[in-house]
């Protein structure tokens, strides 16, 4: 495992260096913790950070054959202090890495190349295609990875690529394709790379939480331009405006001036040439 250089306490451990520390490193930081005033107030917050990457369950009955059952089933049993200083007994276990849906952002930074092909050998059989590319993502971000698909007989071919990869330093998995193999191989990515893919990764956020900023001024700006365009359509509708009554009376005023009598002449007049046709 992939150890944080520097020393870790409860209050800088987070969700990702978690991963850097084992069962009994629990147990002794949080004793160290004692002496601090805020772990009353905070101890919740750091088991919480824990378990992100530690099973941690509370044991209710202190008796040695239940811290016996836990022990066989690979948890660290100890005592911390949490609420109101109320000492308890907790049995702690490292959640296993051993799929590839158990890979995250946090943790790959924390595994080994032999490991990360422990868990690609033991989950897949259908060569680096067959992950899904949210899992390579989380892969690439701790580790380089190549592949390559030859022929059985041409993969260890003297100064080929498989023997100019293992002594680069990379890990490599083969995977038999009927008469040809795929390999895979995988190497951790220098420290200043993963430094900086996670100071990528914190600017990412900052970012985002800045740009939802910017659309909130963008949509009060927005706002504050669609009340003006709202007034000056108010305005305009005004200048069309009309008088009802008008309007009313305009609608219903006849086209013919003469009186009904007449009328009735011109239709009968029209009656007769119509037969005329």
Same mark, same amino acid.
């Given at each position: 495992?992939? #150890? ?8 800088? /451990? ?7 520390? #084992? ?25 919480? !950070? ?37 000492? !308890?007994?907790?049995? %702690?276990?490292?959640?296993? %890495? ?20 422990? !868990? ?14 949210? !899992?390579?993502? =989380? %892969? ?11 022929? @059985? *007989?041409?993969?260890?071919? @003297? ?8 002594? &680069? ?5 083969? =995977?038999? @394709? ?8 995988? @190497? ?12 990528? *990764? ?20 927005? &706002? ?22 008008? /309007? ?14 007449? /009328? ?14």
């Amino acid at each position: 495992m992939k #150890q944080e250089k520097k020393a870790l306490t409860l209050k800088t /451990l987070t969700k990702s260096n978690v991963w850097g520390i #084992q069962e009994n490193d629990v147990f002794r930081m949080w004793e160290a913790a004692e002496k601090d005033a805020d772990l009353k107030d905070n101890a919740r917050h750091y088991m919480d !950070v824990v378990k992100s990457a530690f099973d941690a369950e509370e044991l209710k009955v202190d008796r040695p054959e239940i811290i016996k059952k836990y022990e066989d089933r690979g948890f660290k049993v100890g005592t911390i202090r949490l609420d109101e200083g109320q000492k !308890v007994k907790m049995a %702690i276990k490292k959640h296993p %890495i051993m799929r590839v849906t158990d890979l995250t952002y946090e943790n790959i930074r924390y595994i080994s190349a032999a490991k990360l092909i422990e !868990v690609l050998d033991r989950n897949f059989g259908g060569g680096w295609d067959s992950l899904s590319q949210s !899992v390579k993502d =989380i %892969i690439e971000s701790g580790f380089e990875v190549s592949t390559t698909v030859l022929p @059985k *007989d041409r993969l260890h071919k @003297k100064g080929g690529m498989f023997e100019k990869k293992t002594e &680069d330093g990379f890990e490599a998995l083969e =995977i038999e @394709k009927g008469t040809w193999v795929e390999a895979i191989f995988v @190497k951790e990515k220098p420290e200043i790379d993963k430094l900086s893919a996670r100071f990528d *990764d914190e600017l990412s956020g900052r970012k985002s939480s800045h740009d939802d900023d910017d659309d909130d001024d963008d949509l009060a700006e927005d &706002d504050d331009l669609s009340g003006q365009d709202s007034k000056y359509k108010d305005d305009d509708d005004d200048d069309d405006s009309f008088d009802e009554d008008i /309007l009313t009376e305009e609608s219903y005023r006849t086209t013919f001036e003469e009186d009904n009598d007449e /009328l009735g002449m011109e239709a009968e007049n029209i009656e007769e040439d119509d037969d005329s046709f």
